[in-house]
């Protein structure tokens, strides 16, 4: 078991550095390590929503960080933040209380879905023409980064970065830093909502050798969230120009 635990921490780290460089919270690293963790305990299968839950937890933790930092420099646009993530925290909601509990919802398929609307993206702002000039930040940029980033959020468990942040760039108002710092700021509010909401009702149940606190497994986050910390506490010390 104690090499599962220090692939879990592995885990931890590389998501909190994939969140400060590209933004996107760390889900895809979590996202696809839990369920390989869960495979080690015998006779029990956990659905997605279990998969998701734990997955935030570890987002919310690497985007945190990651903000913290940001915040220190002045770096946060905060109106965009709020706008986008009040939107993202609606869509969220919904998304998680009416599609991921659902039986016949599949996080497999839908990983799917979302990689080919990525790719449609990334080949659309590869192909914008080099000469197009930047155009000014629109009303309703913010909430449909918000819209989106929050649905998929809830329904994959990545934390919607990876959706946001290419959608902000072909929408030709933000640059890439611009975009990764609104996409962190946005992340943890959703992650925030989805983690307090998946430790609801607040009780301890077994299932096989794991404790879960609502549908947060601790054996499996603790480590991941160490190798969390360790990689904030080096952004956080790391001396500023």
């Known amino acids: 078991m104690d090499s599962i635990y220090l692939i879990l921490f592995l885990a931890g780290l590389t998501g ?22 869960l495979q080690f305990i015998p006779g029990v299968t956990f659905g997605a929503e279990i998969i998701i839950a734990n997955s935030f937890v570890g987002v919310l933790f690497a985007s945190l960080s990651s903000s913290v930092q940001l915040a220190k420099d002045k770096e946060l646009p905060y109106k965009q933040i709020v706008i986008g993530g009040i939107v993202a925290i609606c869509s969220s909601w919904l998304a998680n209380h009416f599609i991921v509990s659902q039986a016949w919802y599949s996080m497999k398929y839908f990983r799917i879905v979302i990689l080919c609307l990525i790719l449609v993206i990334i080949i659309r702002i590869l192909f914008k023409q080099k000469g197009e000039t ?17 649905v998929i959020a809830a329904l994959s468990g990545f934390g919607g970065g990876v959706i946001m942040v290419p959608l902000m760039l072909l929408m030709g108002s933000f640059d890439m830093k611009r975009a990764k710092n609104i996409s962190l700021g946005i992340i943890v509010m959703i992650s925030s909502l989805i983690v307090f ?3 609801f009702p607040f009780e301890l149940t077994m299932i096989g050798s794991l404790t879960l606190i609502g549908s947060i497994i601790p054996q499996l986050v603790i480590p991941m969230l160490i190798g969390t910390v360790a990689v904030s506490y080096t952004h956080l010390t790391l001396p500023t120009k």
């Open 16 to 37: 909190g550095i994939i969140a400060g460089l590209f933004g996107i919270g760390g889900g895809l690293v979590y996202t696809f390590i839990i369920p390989w963790f």
């Open 134 to 150: 930047k155009r000014a930040e629109k009303v309703l940029d913010m909430p449909v980064v918000g819209l989106f980033g929050g």
């Open 197 to 199: 909401k998946s430790l």
